[in-house]
């Protein structure tokens, strides 16, 4: 075994312990719910046992977590930096966690169109927290004032458009990858 297999192997194993610790149950608890032995369940976290593959597949299903999870590695790069949109006045972070997620932040100025033809639908779903000033979303026919520190989480097929309410505001948007496709979209039909 490598050193790498070595590390991931520590990793797997503490994960495992660090979970089912998390859950609040003994080893009995997770060895029932596996299927398991305590007794191999104990020698798999203490590293007395190999790790096999369908024995962790069996383990992060008892877990609720997904294989990938359970034997992820820690990256160096924990920290990202925003890619700049010049164009739209926006900061985006994609999440390596969830390559279909990415977050926006976005200062506006201008009030939500008002003509509702303006208004956008689309496949997905968003997140939008104000970080500071007044934000006007209109949803379909509603139209809500998010005030700074509140969120707002809607379905894109809804007719949907936002804006600044009496000043600037910044706004941390939260887009799952059909919204941010459809988005993507939309300002390309503008020529934006």
Known sequence: MTQIDGELDSLVRKRIRAMRVAQGWSLEELATRARLSQSTLSRIENGRRRLALDTLVTLARALDTTLDQLVETASDD?????????????????????????????????????????????????????????????????????????????????????????????????????????????????GA
Request: proline letters at 10%; charged letters at 25%; a positive charge.
């Open 78 to 190: 924990v920290v990202t930096s925003p890619i700049v949109d010049s164009a739209h006045g926006m900061l985006q972070w994609p999440l390596k966690s969830d390559p279909g997620v990415t977050v926006v932040r976005q200062r506006m100025t201008d009030p939500p169109p008002d003509n509702p033809a303006r208004m956008r639908a689309h496949p997905g779903r968003e997140w939008l927290v104000v970080l500071s000033g007044t934000a006007v979303l209109l949803l379909g026919n509603r139209r809500l004032r998010v005030e700074t520190n509140q969120a707002a989480e809607f379905p894109t097929m809804l007719p949907h458009a936002i804006g600044a309410d009496g000043g600037p505001c910044e706004v941390l948007g939260i887009f799952d990858r059909d919204a941010r496709r459809g988005h993507q979209r939309d300002r390309g039909e503008r």
